[in-house]
Every structure is written in structure tokens, then in C-alpha cells.
């Protein structure tokens, strides 16, 4: 398999995923490195800060130094030539993932990568194509009306887009599309809200739901938003996703590769409760008003991170159709993939929470379930310092910008390259 995206969270789970379902599979990586023996590390570094990494892995790992945004995926002609003839399936998960940035800084590598790919695809022997997308492509104000989203819905217009990353891959899905009307084997595979493994609970405590997690916390209050909040389990999609793509008779398909089992924001707030924390649940605009008060008498509490996240109308944000799975659950219905619910998962999220140092325990921490792994494993995780920070701090630049102002002319470019 050529496989691209392999450096990050959902990269790790993919990749092992791809050397555990096929114990003679080999994974040629695309990786941004100098040379394929930094590559390698890079590789090989991730999958053992996620706990993922497995003696069978040796020598089956191939990394390609490249770049996904430079023509041939920044190799020369002669690789990239021969690197298509040892392919027999592609996994395309590499993305510039920024929710800041306009569609023009992400645009070379997240539409121009797509292309390259595809090229990839069709040079030598043809190859299928499993491109991972999201369903953040479905955020349109025509899907925004509907109840329920189809997984085969087509994508008519990107009007109501907001931000660069759910645009470009808006256009990358109407570009693999194409490829498949012109006889490129193709699947789509559409993750919702990506969080922790069921196995450990390893979450990247940067995300966004961490953060707010930490933030009701600290407050002691959370909101009270009973919008749909779809979270699956990172080994769940990356389960799905890599049991499709070895399945052949569900090729040239599209799957929602989402929970079934239904979720809100109200019931994350109260499994948090549950697990001993002490929260008390008020209105929206009183929970904004605590959190400004609170973040605003120390610059240095790491709620102050948070503050450009909520604006008055953020809730009617989070207002979204259901995303159906129906295709995807019954393609892998003969597969060991669990189906899992959050409210089974998060009280192990939050014991990784409290064990990587991220949260202090709650006053009844007899209420929270027991680490499942080892303590040497924990300390490289938290020595690793991908999950164990317990600072919830924003780049300059992120805090700088806002999303929004580039909607009617970034509507224009995206309309003209389609």
C-alpha cells in the first residue's frame, strides 16, 4: 500500500491498522523528512508515542521523503515511476488540517496533493484510490436543512462553507468523483469528530473537546448544548477504513465513517459529572460571561486560550444533520470491529486525562477506571510531550485570527477552479 498521512494521530492508527489486518503487507509512507532514514524515525517515532508499535513492523515500513504539495509528490520522475509499479492501493490521508486558514494557503497541498494522487493512481498499473475526507464537507447551508445526511448525498455547492479546510476538501471529494466517472477506482471515507482510542484512552490533548473538557472543569460549570456531537473512537474509524479498503466488493464507494450510537455535548458535560468531577450545568451566555471573568484576571490561566472560540452564536453552529452510516456498519458487520458508545469511553478518556497530567483528579477519583497500560508506557507519553502538556496554549499567529472574512472572495476562486 502507498499510503500519505502517516505522521499524526490519525495517521498512527491508520498505519497500524494497514501492518495489523495483513501481516505481509508492506506500507510505502509518504512523509515530509530530508532523507528516508529521518523518515523511518518520524515514522516509527509515532506509532511509539501512541503505543501502537509492534516488533512485526520491522522492515515492513518504507518511508518516502516527499512533499504532497510539489509536482509528483515532490519525488523525481525515475521514483515516482517506479514507486507506482510496487503500489497496489493507495490510502490518502494526507492533509494541511488548519481550521484558520483561508482555501489559498491550504490549496497546494490539499487540492494540488489530491491531483498528484491521482496521477499516482493511473501511472503504471491502476491503482484504487481511498481518499479520506470529512464530513465537514456536508457543512453547506443545502445539508444544514436536511435531517438526515446520506452517504452517497451528492455535493452540489460549497455555499455555506466556512474556512479554507472544509473547502478544499469540498473540492478534493468533486475531484476523486470525477476520477471515478473516469474509471479510477475510488472510495470516500468521511470521519466525524475523531477522539480517543478505546484501548487506552490516548486522545491528543490539544483537540478542541479536550480543551473544553479542561475548561468546564477548571470552571466548574458546563453549558448546557444538546446539539449532536459526533465522536468516534480513533481505532473505530481507522478500523473501518482500512478493513473497507482491503474489501473489494464495497470498492467505488462512499461511508460516513461515523458512531452510530448518538451523542451530545450535554451527555459528554454529564459523564464528566459522573466520573466524580464537580460541574454545575447553567445557560450558554452565563457559562461565556464565567469564562471571560475568570480567563480575564490571569493571562496566564489557560482558559484565556479559549475566549476565541465563543462567540454568542456558537451553539447554532453545532446545529447539524445526522450523518447516516448505514453503508459503512453493514460492510463491516463481518469484520471484530467494536461499535463502542462515548458514554463507555469517557470515563477512560478522562483516567488518561488525569494519568498524562492534563486534569487533576476529581474529588472521588475511586469513581474513574483504572489505567490500562503500563507505567513505563505512560512516562513515554508523557515524556513524548504529544499528550502530556498540561497547558492549553494557542500559537500567536492562531490566536490572531479569526475564521470568517474570507468567504465571497474565496467563494469566487474555489466556483472558478471548479
Not at 108 to 124: R, S, W
Not at 263 to 268: D, E, G, I, K, L
Not at 351 to 369: H, N
Request: aromatic content about 10%; proline content about 5%.
Amino acid at each position: 500500500a502507498e499510503y500519505g498521512g502517516s505522521t499524526g494521530f490519525l495517521g498512527a492508527f491508520l498505519l497500524r491498522e494497514i501492518l495489523m489486518l495483513k501481516k505481509t503487507s508492506i506500507a510505502y509512507c509518504h512523509v515530509r523528512a530530508n532523507s528516508v532514514a529521518e523518515g523511518l524515525k518520524r515514522l516509527t517515532d509515532n506509532l511509539k508515542a501512541h503505543l501502537l508499535w509492534d516488533e512485526s513492523f520491522e522492515g515492513r515500513i518504507i518511508a518516502v521523503p516527499g512533499d504532497l504539495s510539489m509536482p509528483l509528490l515532490g519525488l523525481t520522475p525515475e521514483e515516482f515511476k517506479s514507486l507506482s509499479t510496487l503500489t497496489d492501493l493507495i490510502i490518502h490521508n494526507g492533509a494541511y488540517v488548519h481550521w484558520l486558514y483561508d482555501y489559498q494557503k491550504l490549496k497546494p497541498t490539499n487540492v494540488q496533493g489530491t491531483i498528484e494522487i491521482l496521477k499516482f493512481a493511473v501511472t503504471g498499473k491502476l491503482k484504487p484510490v481511498h481518499h479520506v475526507s470529512t464530513t465537514s464537507v456536508f457543512d453547506t447551508n443545502e445539508h444544514k436543512k436536511l435531517k438526515v445526511v446520506l452517504e452517497n448525498d451528492d455535493l452540489k455547492n460549497f455555499e455555506g462553507l466556512k474556512g479554507g479546510y472544509p473547502k478544499t476538501k469540498w473540492v478534493s471529494e468533486r475531484l476523486v468523483l470525477e476520477a471515478r466517472k473516469r474509471g479510477v477506482p475510488v472510495s470516500i471515507y468521511r470521519p466525524g469528530y475523531v477522539v480517543g482510542d478505546s484501548k487506552f484512552g490516548i486522545w491528543n490533548v490539544d483537540d478542541f473537546l479536550c480543551r473544553l473538557i479542561k475548561a468546564c472543569i477548571l470552571l466548574k460549570a458546563y453549558p448546557i448544548i444538546n446539539s449532536t456531537l459526533d465522536m468516534s473512537s480513533v481505532d473505530y474509524v481507522c478500523g473501518a477504513i482500512v478493513y473497507l479498503a482491503m474489501n473489494r466488493p464495497v470498492l467505488n464507494q462512499s461511508f460516513n465513517v461515523v458512531n452510530p450510537i448518538l451523542f451530545s455535548f450535554s451527555q459528554m458535560f454529564e459523564s464528566v459529572v459522573q466520573c466524580g468531577y464537580n460541574m454545575e450545568a447553567i445557560d450558554y451566555q452565563t457559562w461565556c460571561k464565567k469564562l471571560k471573568i475568570v480567563a480575564s484576571e490571569d493571562t496566564d490561566n489557560p482558559l484565556s486560550s479559549m475566549l476565541s472560540h465563543f462567540s454568542e452564536s456558537w451553539p447554532e453552529t453545532l446545529v447539524n444533520p445526522v450523518y447516516d452510516s448505514t453503508n459503512t456498519v453493514s460492510s463491516i458487520k463481518d469484520s471484530n470491529i467494536p461499535i463502542l458508545s462515548m458514554e463507555q469511553l469517557m470515563p477512560k478518556y478522562l483516567t488518561y486525562f488525569v494519568q498524562c497530567g492534563f486534569i487533576e483528579p476529581p474529588a472521588f477519583p475511586d469513581k474513574l477506571p483504572k489505567w490500562g497500560g503500563k507505567n513505563s508506557e505512560l512516562q513515554l507519553l508523557i515524556r513524548t510531550n504529544r499528550h502530556g502538556t498540561p497547558v492549553l496554549k494557542r500559537n500567536s499567529e492562531e490566536q490572531s485570527h479569526q475564521e470568517g472574512p474570507h468567504s465571497t472572495k474565496e467563494a469566487q476562486i474555489v466556483e472558478r477552479e471548479l
